[in-house]
């Protein structure tokens, strides 16, 4: 079974470009996160999605950031005109569906570190 | 969700017991610990979860105390590769659920 796949695992970027960072859960996993680790500080909550819904999208940066996770394919974290702060690792997770418990269990990806020129 | 507190760094000597505590004095009855921990440039890695009883599972063990307000993470047998950020959470079931992180506690092992 294999794990969370995160691609690409790097990403560089100038300044006023896209990115687009890919998520595919575990199989069976149906809740996806998506988190940000800024250079020398902690993770930072961004978007909980389950298929095709954002759940709480309350770390998301009102501008620029857009999460989805289709029916089917991969979740995408979309970020427009990508300015140097936005330069930082994207980590990805998900839960099976279940109870508290084992939904609160999550498995992540090896993440995305995106370089802004 | 019950706020946690963890010493911002610990060290121990390879092939010793690492401990380390958290303390979560706010807890509910409903809500369980849980353990992640974050290696160097990876993504964070589940280790244990508990709500009452003690754990322990081919990682490491949970005691968590009799009143529930901290518990202890431990590392029997500790080695080079379990240097990395330990994060201790507390969560309630929510329909809306995500998990926080702090800032954990830096675990160094020594050789």
């Known amino acids: 079974n294999a794990g969370v796949m995160q691609n690409p695992r790097h990403l560089v970027r100038r300044r006023g470009q896209e990115a687009r960072l890919r998520c595919s859960p575990m199989?069976?996993?149906?809740?996806v996160y998506w988190y940000r680790q800024l250079p020398e500080e902690g993770l930072k909550f961004m978007v909980y999605l389950q298929k095709e819904n954002i759940i709480d999208e309350s770390g998301m940066p009102k501008e620029r950031f857009s999460a989805e996770f289709p029916k089917e394919g991969p979740s995408i974290l979309r970020i427009q005109q990508v300015v140097r702060g936005d330069s930082a690792a994207y980590f990805c997770?998900?839960?099976?569906?279940?109870?508290?418990?084992?939904?609160?269990?999550?498995?992540f990806g090896s993440g995305t570190q995106l370089s802004v020129l | 969700d019950a706020k946690t507190t963890q010493p911002p760094s610990m060290d121990c000597a390879e092939g010793r017991a690492a401990n380390l505590p958290c303390n979560h004095s706010t807890i509910s009855g409903n809500e369980y610990v849980y353990w992640y921990r974050q290696i160097h440039s990876q993504g964070p890695q589940y280790i244990i979860h508990?709500?009452?009883n003690n754990e322990t599972n081919e990682m490491a063990s949970l005691i968590i105390t009799e009143d529930r307000k901290s518990s202890t993470l431990i590392l029997p047998h500790a080695t080079l590769r379990d240097t990395a950020v330990y994060y201790c959470?507390?969560?309630?079931?929510?329909?809306?659920?995500?998990?926080?992180f702090g800032s954990g506690t830096r675990l160094s092992i020594r050789p």
């Open positions: 997770a998900s839960s099976p569906p279940g109870g508290a418990e084992v939904r609160e269990k999550l498995f």
């Open positions: 508990g709500l009452k």
């Open positions: 199989k069976g996993h149906s809740h």
């Open positions: 959470i507390v969560r309630v079931y929510s329909s809306a659920s995500k998990i926080i």
